[in-house]
Each structure stands twice: as structure tokens, then as C-alpha cells.
């Protein structure tokens, strides 16, 4: 896959991060004006979270307990205003396409390597699979396959099969190769020639 057409994709997933941040911070700005004690909640939180991160620099354990207790306090309170205003608790989170990579692409592993979310693979894949000409896979597969336009004839002084017979073989040569694909002793299959020979 050239990286030209990860980059692109890339490009649009961090569009669509930004534009399910930018629709949480309309939303969180309407709630606020609709309930200003939701918004109180919220300051109150990110004071409260500026404060514990200060306090296990300097190592002051007893403080951090008092402020986790109280963040929960908070925490709780906004919980039940959401669910007074017939709210989810997600209302106040984005909406993100993906909620395994939160629409970066990406996942961190316990281990803390980053792998490529399920997501962003499948787009890779559709994309592969749209370029590969296979969209009509419906309609060109083995089971709509014509024999009859291969000739029943045998050119004697060439071949000891007939066009037809020879593309029958190759035929049941290839679902058995594909019946088989997962062994690992399945031999690969080679086509030569020029594009549209038969």
C-alpha cells in the first residue's frame, strides 16, 4: 500500500477527531448555558485536577486523597444532573466514529505499542479491494464461469485436449487452489499472457 494513500487517510481521520471534538465543545456550550451548575461542576474539576497533579509532584499523598475524594463527589453530582436532564454520561464525551482508536487509526497495546486499529485496516482493504478490479466478484466467479465459449475441438497436431476440456482443468485447478488457501503446503497459482487472452 503506497503510503501517499495512508497519509490521505490519516489526514481524514484527524478530521474526523477534530470535528466530533469541535461537536463536544458546541454541545458541552449550549449544556453549560442550559445548566450552569454542569459547567461549575466542570471548572471545579479542572482545578481539581490541576491541584492533584501538583500535589504527587511534591509527593503529598494526603492531599491527593482528599482531592480524589472530592473529584468523585463531583463526579457523582454531575452524573445525576446528566441523568435529571434525561441525559447519557457519554452526552459530555465525543462521538467518535471508532471507540477503540478514538478515530486516530491507532491503538495502544497493554505492552504500549501502538498497532493500527481494525478500523483503519478495513479502510486500507476497501481500498485495495476497490483498485483490484474484484468489485464485480458477484457477477464474475466461479459459479457464472461459461465454458461453452471455449471451442470443443481438438488441434490435433498442437494439443491433446480441447480449449474447453484445458479450461475446465484450470478451472477446478483454481477452486481447488482456493478450497486450499490457508495450507500451507498449497502451491501458488502463476497467469501469463496478455491482458483479455482467453
Given at each position: 500500500?503506497?503510503?501517499?494513500?495512508?497519509?490521505?487517510?490519516?489526514?481524514?481521520?484527524?478530521?474526523?477527531?477534530?470535528?466530533?471534538?469541535?461537536?463536544?465543545?458546541?454541545?458541552?456550550?449550549?449544556?453549560?448555558?442550559?445548566?450552569?451548575?454542569?459547567?461549575?461542576?466542570?471548572?471545579?474539576?479542572?482545578?481539581?485536577?490541576?491541584?492533584?497533579?501538583?500535589?504527587?509532584?511534591?509527593?503529598?499523598?494526603?492531599?491527593?486523597?482528599?482531592?480524589?475524594?472530592?473529584?468523585?463527589?463531583?463526579?457523582?453530582?454531575?452524573?445525576?444532573?446528566?441523568?435529571?436532564?434525561?441525559?447519557?454520561?457519554?452526552?459530555?464525551?465525543?462521538?467518535y466514529e471508532c471507540k477503540l482508536c478514538n478515530d486516530t487509526g491507532y491503538i495502544t497495546k497493554n505492552n504500549y505499542k501502538s498497532e493500527m486499529c481494525n478500523c483503519l485496516k478495513q479502510k486500507l482493504?476497501?481500498?485495495?479491494?476497490?483498485?483490484?478490479?474484484?468489485?464485480?466478484?458477484?457477477?464474475?466467479?466461479?459459479?457464472?464461469?461459461?465454458?461453452?465459449?471455449?471451442?470443443?475441438?481438438?488441434?490435433?497436431?498442437?494439443?491433446?485436449?480441447?480449449?474447453?476440456?484445458?479450461?475446465?482443468?484450470?478451472?477446478?485447478?483454481?477452486?481447488?487452489?482456493?478450497?486450499n488457501f490457508d495450507n500451507p503446503e498449497t502451491k501458488n497459482l502463476l497467469f501469463t499472457g496478455n491482458t483479455g487472452l482467453r
Amino acid at each position: 500500500m503506497p503510503k501517499e494513500i495512508l497519509d490521505d487517510l490519516l489526514k481524514e481521520y484527524e478530521q474526523k477527531k477534530i470535528r466530533a471534538e469541535l461537536d463536544l465543545e458546541k454541545r458541552k456550550e449550549k449544556l453549560y448555558n442550559d445548566i450552569p451548575e454542569l459547567g461549575n461542576i466542570e471548572s471545579e474539576l479542572n482545578n481539581l485536577a490541576i491541584s492533584t497533579a501538583k500535589n504527587i509532584l511534591l509527593n503529598n499523598k494526603s492531599s491527593i486523597e482528599n482531592f480524589k475524594s472530592k473529584i468523585q463527589e463531583l463526579n457523582n453530582k454531575k452524573i445525576k444532573l446528566l441523568k435529571n436532564n434525561n441525559l447519557n454520561i457519554d452526552y459530555l464525551k465525543p462521538n467518535y466514529e471508532c471507540k477503540l482508536c478514538n478515530d486516530t487509526g491507532y491503538i495502544t497495546k497493554n505492552n504500549y505499542k501502538s498497532e493500527m486499529c481494525n478500523c483503519l485496516k478495513q479502510k486500507l482493504l476497501n481500498i485495495s479491494f476497490n483498485k483490484s478490479n474484484m468489485s464485480n466478484l458477484d457477477k464474475e466467479n466461479f459459479s457464472t464461469f461459461n465454458e461453452n465459449i471455449f471451442s470443443d475441438e481438438i488441434n490435433i497436431e498442437k494439443y491433446n485436449i480441447s480449449p474447453r476440456q484445458n479450461i475446465r482443468n484450470i478451472k477446478n485447478r483454481c477452486i481447488k487452489f482456493v478450497e486450499n488457501f490457508d495450507n500451507p503446503e498449497t502451491k501458488n497459482l502463476l497467469f501469463t499472457g496478455n491482458t483479455g487472452l482467453r
